[in-house]
């Protein structure tokens, strides 16, 4: 199992997280699948069970220190290590349209603060407790699954809760690629474009297949690649 590189996943019950872990089991990556909902995630694994025996699942609240911490210890002394972390569970639940939650002006502070639970903290905690055995390793990779409006150089007024949380979420990535110099961790933030899935509704342009593209080019980069860096697919992103 050790000489296996091993892939764990948020928000792998559904959209680009289920996408992102079936295509690294297709690759001979063991996969953990994590969700918050027990159901779901059963649900999911039952149906691909089938199709990979190089998959297992975990249950992890993005939101709940508990949970991330409690989901760490169970994958570190089953597996000794997570090689690759695709921090991808995300929420984004400012109003739609005109709601008083879609303006920085009106918007509850408890939106906020819910937000940056699951899209920041929670990927923060949970990379603190998976580098030390990088380290150990020396090996690991981590990629933080922002969005285009996390861009300060294309910063808009709506979507105020998420775009702070992807802005804070892109300075994790350059702020934890700063500690990691000279160690073989590296840490990249990627936007998956505007997605068909239930956040991205039905009429976005982009299939799965294409949102998570960026995601695995950087996940499983073998020998070294770009660091503390911003990607759509292959191409560099502004912050
Ligand atoms: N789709 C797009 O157009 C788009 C564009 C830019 C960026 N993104 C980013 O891509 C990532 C995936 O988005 P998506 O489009 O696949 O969204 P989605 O279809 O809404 O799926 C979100 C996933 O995150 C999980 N999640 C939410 N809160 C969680 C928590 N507290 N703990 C653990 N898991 C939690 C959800 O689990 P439950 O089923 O339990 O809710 C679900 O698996 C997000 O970070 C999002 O910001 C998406």
């Known amino acids: 199992m050790n000489n296996k590189k091993i892939v764990l996943v948020t928000g792998a019950n559904r959209g680009l997280g289920l996408e992102a872990a079936k295509t690294f089991a297709e690759m001979g990556y063991y996969t953990i699948l994590s969700g918050r909902n027990a159901d779901s995630l059963d649900s999911v694994i039952s149906k691909l069970k089938d199709q990979f025996q190089n998959i297992d699942s975990v249950i992890l609240d993005m939101s709940d ?3 991330i911490r409690h989901a760490a210890d169970g994958v570190l002394s089953k597996y000794g290590k997570i090689d690759i972390l695709v921090n991808n569970a995300g929420i984004l639940i400012d109003d739609a349209d005109s709601g008083a939650d879609n303006s920085i002006l009106t918007i509850n502070s408890n939106i906020i603060h819910k937000t940056m639970m699951t899209n920041v903290y929670g990927p923060l905690l949970l990379s603190q407790l998976l580098i030390p055995k990088m380290k150990e390793n020396d090996f690991g990779r981590i990629v933080n699954v ?3 409006m996390g861009q300060l150089s294309d910063m808009n007024g709506l979507y105020p809760a998420y775009r702070i949380s992807k ?14 110099k000279g160690t073989k961790i590296l840490v990249n933030s990627v936007s998956p474009g505007w997605v068909r899935t239930d956040m991205g509704g039905k009429n976005a342009p982009r299939s799965l297949e294409e949102g998570v593209q960026g995601m ?9 690649g770009p660091s503390g860096l911003f990607f759509r697919d292959g191409d560099q992103l502004d912050w």
């Open 216 to 224: 695995i080019r950087l996940a499983t980069l073998v020998d070294g």
């Open 167 to 180: 802005v804070s979420l892109n300075a994790l990535t350059i702020i934890l690629h700063n500690e990691l």
């Open 65 to 67: 220190k508990q949970s």
């Open 146 to 148: 922002s969005s285009a």
